[in-house]
């Protein structure tokens, strides 16, 4: 097939930029010319710490970009296609594949985690992962549909009744997303929660109704003079957020943990009771994966952003080439440049 270029994880702290071998495709897939691709949160502590499973491994799951090639079974795609795919490869033959819940799924393969993903020059897809998506979309909003069907999927966890007044935590790429998919589903009041100033800006800029930063007023005091949320959203993954959520929801709320926890969580006994005399309902979002396989959460993503009720330009903050990569992680990580979303443009 020939070389590509690709950016590789060897180690902790360690991206080259170097060629490797163009992945074949199967029968049943189609190669895909990779043209965008963001960094996840999640991609972090496989290229800056120890979490990758192996080395070395090419990251990224985020993606668009165009068929070049497609396998002898493949129907409904053609060379020249502009596409996005879900990452997720569901065995298909377990209980929860079975049973319509390939996030679920005991034996799953991922892109970027458990395979070579997309920080690279092309890659290889099954075609029922595939989807596409209007000629006119740009590469980069393309590569953020993956996001923007994560946040529907948690907001898909609870029971939202329209004009409902809704907190979130966390002003990162899933929690501005969430704020924003909120409003275009018909929620009434949101508030947002984070302690940087310029994520609460673009927060006010994207339709928040308030945007809090904890230290500059009591949370809980505030949210109960100006009106109790029935549904929260943790995004930051923190254990202090974890534990306000349960503090500020209203009795008979509903809360949604998104974010992936980063320390202990421990909750003391006063926030515990809450659940108990507030009968709260709790729940977890995992991925953004529904039956049939990959699910409604990505047309409507789709959607959403054709018809112009998500904004997903002020979120991509910064953009690199992929021979840059190790200056995009650096970025991400640095907590001086406040990025949210970083785009590689491939």
Not at 43 to 55: E, F, K, N, S, V
Not at 98 to 108: L, Q, S, T, V
Not at 279 to 306: D, F, Q, R, V
Request: some cysteine.
């Amino acid at each position: 097939m020939g070389k590509m270029k690709a950016l590789l994880v060897h180690g902790k702290g360690d991206l080259r930029y170097e060629g490797i071998e163009i992945p074949k495709y199967g029968e049943d897939e189609v190669l895909i010319r990779v043209r965008a691709c963001g960094i996840c949160g999640s991609d972090i502590p496989r290229a800056m710490g120890d979490g990758a499973r192996y080395y070395p491994i090419v990251l990224g799951h985020e993606f668009s970009g165009e068929i070049v090639n497609i396998g002898s079974e493949v129907e409904n795609l053609k060379i020249g296609n502009k596409v996005i795919a879900a990452p997720l490869l569901p065995c298909g033959q377990c209980h929860y594949c079975k049973i319509a819940k390939p996030a679920m799924c005991e034996n799953y393969g991922f892109l970027g985690s458990r395979q070579n993903g997309t920080m690279a020059e092309y890659v290889a897809v099954k075609a029922e992962n595939v989807i596409k998506i209007p000629d006119y979309m740009d590469y980069d909003l393309a590569a953020m549909v993956e996001p923007v069907t994560v946040a529907l999927h948690g907001i898909e966890r609870i029971n939202l009744r329209a004009g409902e007044t809704c907190i979130v935590f966390g002003a990162g790429t899933i929690g501005l997303l969430t704020l924003q998919c909120l409003k275009a589903l018909g929620a009434g009041k949101v508030y947002i929660v984070d302690i940087v100033k310029e994520k609460l800006d673009i927060a006010k800029k994207l339709g928040a109704d308030e945007a809090i930063d904890p230290r500059e007023v009591n949370l809980i005091d505030h949210i109960k003079k100006n009106g109790k949320p029935l549904f929260a959203f943790e995004t930051a993954g923190t254990p202090v957020t974890q534990r306000q959520c349960i503090d500020v929801v209203d009795k008979l709320g509903e809360i949604v943990y998104i974010g992936t926890a980063h320390g202990k969580v421990e909750l003391d006994g006063s926030t515990f009771e809450k659940i108990l005399r507030g009968e709260l309902l709790i729940t977890g979002s995992w991925m953004s994966y529904s039956g049939p396989y990959p699910g409604h959460e990505w047309n409507l993503a789709i959607n959403l952003i054709k018809e112009g009720k998500i904004n997903l330009k002020p979120l991509i903050t910064h953009s690199y080439g992929l021979k840059d990569g190790m200056k995009a992680f650096e970025t991400m990580v640095d907590k001086n440049e406040n990025s949210i979303k970083i785009m590689l443009n491939i």
